[in-house]
């Protein structure tokens, strides 16, 4: 699983979508803290990183998809999916490989808005006049999201061939499991069960791990979508030797 990882990141690292990724990422959400006054933390006048964590998981909606896409639909294309599946590793660990690869990425991606943080922290008035608590809860809840979104990406590059295809495919299936289902509790149809509905969309349990609360309910949560995923994924690849 190891070399896999290795291999899978090298591979983004000596392309451009390493790069890429990282700077859209960057300016994307650089370009919502500090310059756009709708929602600029120097026009908002309050020391918080809500902007950060409120818009990062629009942007990875549409960039893991683009780093997962290739992860499966290039090797069925090249044709050495049927190598690697000959190589002496089980399915899982080839799949968990590219899944740690791609979250790696992803996280590399999070790393420079530590950056952002020492920025408020410094404007804060008085100087760390902000809720630090709350910070560390959202960076889980994005690290938890990206964990989420990856698996779904992985998912869905194993079942096409076109890289086009499984990126839409996966922006589709983590924009349902994201908001979706808030939009589905929405319709005035479900009377009480509509809070259930809206507790099985990532947004749900996202906002809770933001305030800071760190509850098990909603760790396992998203530890039980990358398990379906990755299992989904296992089967899918397994369904090639029926």
Partial sequence: MLAILKKEFNGFLNSLIAYIVISVFLVAIGMFMWIFPESSVLEYGFADMQTLFSMAP???????????????????REGTIELLLTKPITDLQLILGKYFAALLLALFALLPTLLYYYAVYDLGNPQGNVDSAAVVGSYLGLIFLAGVFCAIGVFSS?????QIISFVIAVFLCYIIYTGFDLIASIPVWGSFSYYIGQL???????????????SRDVLYFLSVIAIMVLATKLVLRSRKW
């Fill in 58 to 76: 629009w942007v990875f909606l549409f960039l893991i998809p683009a780093i997962t896409m290739r992860t499966f639909a290039e090797e069925k």
């Fill in 201 to 215: 969309g990532i947004s749900y349990h996202y906002t809770a791990i933001s305030k800071g609360l760190i509850d």
């Fill in 158 to 162: 194993a079942i096409s061939d076109n």
